[in-house]
């Protein structure tokens, strides 16, 4: 099946500072999300990327879709105590004979020292 | 606006039993999709329901099986529960299907917090 590579798989920094995380895979994806999981929640939408190239903002949140589609980073600028959880990637994509399915990356698990 | 509600929010069964967990979707919302959450593999879609018929499917034995009503609600239901199946459950409700998350617009999918499902 297809799988996503986020990385990386955890990150521990200084509030203030900024973080990059990415997803890549070698399959093409119609749609890439970027989610944001506290402990004890369901994931929560942070950013929605519908075409190759698109380059979206949410406050502090900047994410792009890759021009090749098998791609995407999310930023995070002047990280903040509330920023901590993990982040994935999720790509929307046609599996054939009418169907679709959504994959998850594995994860980026977000410690800031504050 | 209520969110996405699962019951129950936890609960330990044993080897070979079954389990059936709850999802009621957004007030509106057509489509419910099932995705079981382990620390080894992540996020893993399981299966989507829209207008009371499945619509995708993940790789899942068929093991994994779930309906949905008139009123959008959806139950899943794992039979002869295997060590391997604990794991939090989360479901998700869109407005449309999971198809035309390709589309901007307000088909944006919402998540539950999540069953968490303890085989002992």
């Known amino acids: 099946g297809q799988q996503l590579n986020q990385s990386p798989q955890s990150m521990f920094i200084q509030e203030g500072e900024d973080v990059s995380m990415n997803c890549t895979s070698s399959?093409?994806?119609?749609?890439w999300l970027w989610y944001k999981q506290d402990p004890g929640e369901g994931p929560v939408l942070l950013i929605a990327?519908?075409?190759?190239?698109e380059l979206t903002s949410n406050g502090r949140l900047t994410a792009q879709f890759g021009i090749t589609r098998k791609d995407s980073f999310l930023n995070i600028s002047a990280s903040i105590p509330s920023d901590v959880g993990i982040y994935f990637c999720?790509?929307?994509?046609?599996?054939?004979?009418?169907?679709?399915?959504?994959?998850f990356g594995k994860g980026t698990k977000l410690s800031v020292i504050p | 606006k209520a969110g996405v509600t699962q019951t129950p929010r936890y609960l330990i069964k044993t080897r070979g039993q079954q389990v059936t967990l709850s999802c009621s979707p957004i007030?509106?919302?057509?489509?419910v999709s099932w995705y079981q959450q382990t620390p080894g593999q992540g996020l893993q879609f399981l299966f989507e329901?829209?207008?009371?018929?499945?619509?995708n499917k993940g790789n899942f034995p068929g093991r994994f099986s779930g309906r949905q009503f008139s009123n959008s609600r959806s139950e899943m239901n794992v039979s002869t529960l295997e060590l391997g199946d604990s794991a939090l459950y989360l479901c998700?409700?869109?407005?449309?299907?999971?198809?035309?998350?390709?589309?901007?617009?307000?088909?944006?999918?919402?998540f539950g917090a999540g069953s968490r499902l303890t085989v002992l």
């Open positions: 329901y829209f207008s009371e018929t499945q619509r």
């Open positions: 990327l519908y075409k190759a190239g």
């Open positions: 399959s093409i994806f119609n749609t």
């Open positions: 007030s509106g919302h057509r489509s």
């Open positions: 998700a409700s869109s407005l449309d299907r999971l198809a035309a998350l390709s589309k901007p617009g307000a088909n944006v999918l919402t």
């Open positions: 999720a790509g929307q994509s046609y599996s054939g004979a009418g169907s679709y399915q959504l994959t």
